[in-house]
């Protein structure tokens, strides 16, 4: 079996460029290797483009229609809230977001306030995480 090695931080896009970044951005979908490969292998973070305050009554109906619409089972661990996202430039095509959650870091990287639904479940649709892959994929307006 093939070593997999981390992606490699370039460098972090600046505030102007998040905002230039996420001008079309309707969600980013990331998925990942969960550390719980038993009953939930995948870890998904959605990142929907509002700082926004949503609605708790609404934060599950959200959750539901990404799990409906990706065939995502057996959630737990949910964290729905907005939070500091930065955007990583590496070898891949399109930024890297990640979840800024140190506060020392988050003086350091360029970041956006944005609502994250973050969760561990599984889906038959995300092969690629289950085998220790990670990657992310953005979700365009009209």
């Known amino acids: 079996m093939q070593e997999m090695q981390p992606l490699k931080v370039n460098s972090?896009?600046?505030?102007?460029?998040?905002?230039?970044?996420?001008?079309?951005?309707?969600?980013?979908?990331?998925?990942?290797?969960?550390?719980?490969?038993?009953?939930?292998?995948?870890?998904?973070?959605?990142?929907?483009n509002t700082s926004d305050v949503i609605p708790e009554e609404v934060k599950p109906l959200i959750l539901e229609k990404f799990c409906r619409e990706?065939?995502?089972?057996?959630?737990?661990?949910?964290?729905?809230?907005?939070?500091?996202?930065?955007?990583?430039l590496t070898t891949q095509e399109t930024p890297m977001p990640r979840h800024i959650v140190d506060d020392a870091e988050a003086n350091t990287i360029p970041w956006t306030l944005l609502h994250i639904i973050d969760f561990l479940g599984d889906s038959q649709g995300f092969?690629?995480?289950?085998d220790g892959l990670s990657g992310w994929s953005y979700s365009y307006t009209n």
């Open 127 to 130: 092969k690629e995480a289950k």
């Open 12 to 48: 972090y896009l600046s505030a102007g460029e998040i905002k230039t970044l996420l001008e079309n951005v309707e969600y980013v979908l990331m998925a990942s290797p969960s550390m719980m490969t038993d009953e939930h292998p995948i870890h998904f973070s959605i990142i929907l």
């Open 70 to 88: 990706l065939g995502i089972t057996a959630t737990s661990h949910i964290l729905s809230n907005r939070e500091r996202i930065a955007f990583a």
